[in-house]
């Protein structure tokens, strides 16, 4: 049971198979106000908002509220940037529509929004709150917005910083003054840079805190400096997600595949579509997924696929793809060989990547993947399809690459004499206790395509 402590106005408890959500007594009425209210009605319509699917009065006043839950939740230290941009997006529309609505949003966290697919959906329906005349202006979490969402994607984009490492060591964002020193001069110009960074950083090196100033900013507007200022963020979320991407190592590996022959792409693609065919695969995992072209076969064949790989430039690359063709494929950022643990107060705030990927997927596709997990992170063969065995639970696709391969060769190097006894028959019985092998097929002159069955998937 995970339960949230960070809101006084309620907790969130999670049990891994229902969320339930408790509000405080002196929170219930407005919440109950905004479960009446035509914003909401609008919010969850549209797909911006998780909804409640029972509500439960209690006898000391409080409110329990069941939400759906979201399969598979992923992190800001697993979102690429774009994903990071969407997420500001979907925080900047919810703020608009509450705003001209007469409600405000308290919080602006990253920690609010998780993915479905390819598109962000906010959780946190406290975060919504009526709007008083004792209020003080403008949009209360301005400053936790730019600390979350606008700071981390200027890192991203001017420092070569990822959302990993960003959110990994920064629970909540970054500050001005941390990196405003560090951006070239020539990106400090504009209104946005100096509105958003260089004066909240002025102001936090004298002790003053940027949420204040921003409050303060909107006075000479009113009310209406809101609307602009939303606008302001959301041009300037567009400008850094445009510049969030850059080489590197296997950013480039689809279009750059020397080592692939035409014929062996094909059978590739055609082994896959025709076991996706056969429609038993709803949930797939596709680990090393890269540029995403098997993951977008196998969600166009009409399953939710988690795209997994190491490079963010690759999987940034795939998300804006999967979103402009809106097939469900969601990225995450994260190596396979040392998954994201459980993070937070007593690790228990954000669960960790095996606890999330248990018994979850039919289909696990590990295409030319196997051979880089134990040449270059050197995990024990044995102990990598038992972990495969704990998140597949029907088909494991692996494409077995030969030590004669020049790919293996390569990564390999000096080392190439550990691996005299690296063959299918080795693979395979390594497989053994979790995997049966249902087919292979030989797709190259070295390379074969495993087709691997769980074997708790169809024992009697």
């Given at each position: 049971m995970r339960v949230s402590f960070r809101d006084p106005d309620g907790n969130v408890e999670d049990d891994g198979q229902q969320v339930?959500?408790?509000?405080?007594a002196h929170a219930a009425a407005t919440t109950a106000e905004l479960l009446d209210s035509p914003l909401y009605a609008d919010l969850v319509r549209d797909g911006l908002l998780i909804g409640v699917e029972e509500q439960h009065p209690q006898a000391d006043g409080s409110l329990l509220l069941r939400h759906r839950r979201v399969e598979m939740p992923t992190y800001a230290f697993e979102w690429t940037p774009a994903m990071l941009a969407d997420a500001a997006r979907?925080?900047?529309?919810?703020?608009?529509?509450?705003w001209a609505a007469g409600w405000n949003l308290k919080d602006a966290a990253t920690s609010n929004v998780l993915f479905e697919?390819?598109?962000?959906?906010?959780?946190?329906?406290?975060s919504l709150q009526r709007r008083q005349p004792a209020d003080p202006p403008g949009w209360l979490a301005y400053g936790q917005f730019v600390r979350h969402f606008v700071l981390p994607l200027l890192a991203v984009a001017e420092l070569g910083r990822t959302p990993r490492d960003i959110f990994l060591a920064h629970r909540d964002g970054l500050r001005a003054v941390e990196i405003a020193p560090f951006i070239p001069w020539h990106a400090h110009l504009g209104l946005a840079m100096w509105l958003h960074v260089r004066l909240p950083a002025r102001l936090e090196r004298r002790r003053i805190r940027s949420d204040q100033k921003a409050a303060g900013a909107s006075k000479a507007g009113g009310a209406d400096g809101t609307p602009w200022l939303l606008g302001n963020l959301g041009r300037f979320i567009d400008r850094l997600e445009s510049h969030g991407r850059s080489l590197s190592t296997w950013s480039e590996y689809t279009g750059n595949r020397d080592h692939y022959q035409a014929v062996e792409l094909t059978a590739k693609r055609k082994a896959v579509e025709a076991l996706l065919s056969e429609g038993r695969c709803g949930r797939v995992l596709d680990i090393g997924a890269n540029s995403g072209e098997f993951s977008l076969i196998a969600a166009r064949a009409g399953s939710q696929v988690l795209a997994l790989d190491d490079d963010v430039n690759a999987l940034h690359d795939l998300h804006i793809q999967a979103r402009r063709l809106n097939v469900p494929v969601q990225c995450l950022h994260a190596n396979f060989a040392q998954p994201t643990p459980a993070t937070g107060w007593r690790l228990a705030e954000t669960l960790g990547l095996p606890q999330r990927f248990a018994g979850r997927f039919d289909l696990v596709l590990a295409l030319a993947v196997i051979h880089h997990l134990t040449v270059t992170e050197r995990l024990p063969t044995t102990q990598l399809f038992e972990v495969l065995a704990d998140c597949c639970r029907d088909t494991l696709l692996l494409e077995f690459v030969p030590r004669d391969d020049p790919r293996f060769i390569e990564l390999a190097g000096p080392n190439m004499d550990l691996y005299q006894h690296w063959d299918v028959a080795f693979v395979l019985s390594c497989a053994e206790p979790w995997f049966e092998l249902h087919d292979q097929q030989q797709i190259s002159e070295h390379r074969k395509l495993l087709r691997l069955r769980r074997r708790s998937a169809h024992a009697p």
């Open positions: 339930w959500r408790r509000v405080q979907l925080t900047l529309e919810i703020q608009r529509r509450a697919g390819c598109k962000p959906v906010f959780c946190d329906l406290l």
